[in-house]
Structure formats: structure tokens, C-alpha cells
């Protein structure tokens, strides 16, 4: 609990996260000013699509600030094993400490991850099983994200009425169709690649497999589950209440469920 900062001094990993914000950054100013405000005070569109944008971005941006800074799930240098479970843990030949199976040794951050995914640069941190939650949130909102500013991108080329009132003297509006393009592209890349990473992580959540082991895994492996997708996205996010699975702004519970209760130990 509480507001603890996981930094990890990566110089790569902080430009993969500056181009993500600075993406980000660009749609949340770029639609709302050039598209969304102009076209609502004409009454082309509702204020909700408004209110709607700007809640799709601060739950991405949310997530992203809290997936980047977030404990991924750092072992203490002392764990408290409960002796019923002592059989589960195993020392790490890197670091030499104690860790519940699953774990893994990230070499980028340089200690072991409980229920390690794998390291992201793109949120210069690792994914383990305290951000989990938070990444596949992040997954979700740049997806939207994208693909709304996509859409609204298509809405003002080709569908919505052209403005009567139109403010030659701002720069958005005098450099319109390049920012146009700009936007467009940068969304058919977020979207894009963004689909893919997805997709992999739902499958991944569904077979109750983190990449790491998957990667590590043959196909028979891959698909002897025996846990329901409810059961293994519940603990993910650390609730049963669906609803909060798309919520950034909670703090996550773990679930009571051990670390031997898992398929893949
Ligand atoms: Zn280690
Ligand atoms: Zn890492």
C-alpha cells in the first residue's frame, strides 16, 4: 500500500517510455482542440464523445504512469516462507535468494520478479505479477485510444461538416491536414502494434502461462490449463469484480491463492 516509486536507470528504457507519453501526449492536445471542441460548439457532435476521450486517455495514461513506477513484485531480502510451502521456493543462482517458483531472475533490473512476464521497455520496467494488472489495463486504454483517434481522424476528413467558424490565427488549424496525417499515422502504429502484444497477453492470461513461460514451453504444455479464464484474470487483477479490471485508480489485493496452486511450478 501506499505511493511507492519503482524506479529502474535505464537510458533506452526511459526513451521507449517518451515516446509512448509524447504520443500520447499529441492525441489528448491534437483531437480534443482541432476536432472535438470545434465541432461541439458547432453541434456536430454531443459533449459526451468529449467527457468520453478524455476518460479513455486519463485511464491510459494512469496506467502507464502506474505500470512504469510500480513494484513489479521485488523479493525482500529476507522472505518469510511458510514452512508448508518451503518445498515451492528455490535459491536464485544470480542473485542467491530465496523465491517462490515462477519467479525469474530480470537481468535488465538486476534482481528476481515474482511471477516474472517479461521486462518492457516501453514502460522501462519489468511485468511481474504486482503491474500485471496494470499492463494489460495499459493494453486495453492504448488500444481504445487509438483506435477512437483514429476514428475521429476519419470522422473529420470525411464525415463530419465542415466548420463555419474556423480559427485561421492557431496553429493547429493553419498546419490542419499535416497534423491530420501525423495523427493518423502514429495511431495505425500504436494500434497496430499494439494488437499483437495484446492478443498475446489475453492468450497468455487465458492459459494461465506468463511469457517467459511460454516461450519456455511446448504447445501440450500451452494448453493444459485447467483453471477457467475468470478464475486466472481474477487473480491477475487481484478481483473477481469484472467491473475492476478496467479500473487503473484501486489498489490491487492479492488473491488467496498459492503460489502451489499454480500449473506451472
Ligand atoms: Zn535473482
Ligand atoms: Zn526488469
Redesign the pocket.
Known sequence: MGLQIHL?YDLQGWCCVSIITFVWLYNTLYVPKLILFPHYEEQHIPAAVIVLYYMVSLCCITSLVRASFAD?GQLPQDPDIPYSERQLWEICNKCNKMRPKRSHH?S??GHC?RKMDH?CPWIN??VGEDNHWLFLQLCFYTELLSFLTLLFNFCQYYYLEPLTKVKEELFVFRHELAMLRISTLMGIVMFGGMFGLFYGQLSNVIADMTTIERMSSNLDEMLKSSKPWQQTFSEVFGTRWKILWFIPFRQRQQLRVSYHHANHV
Open positions: 529502474v513489479p530480470c535488465r533490473c520478479v521486462h520496467n519489468c
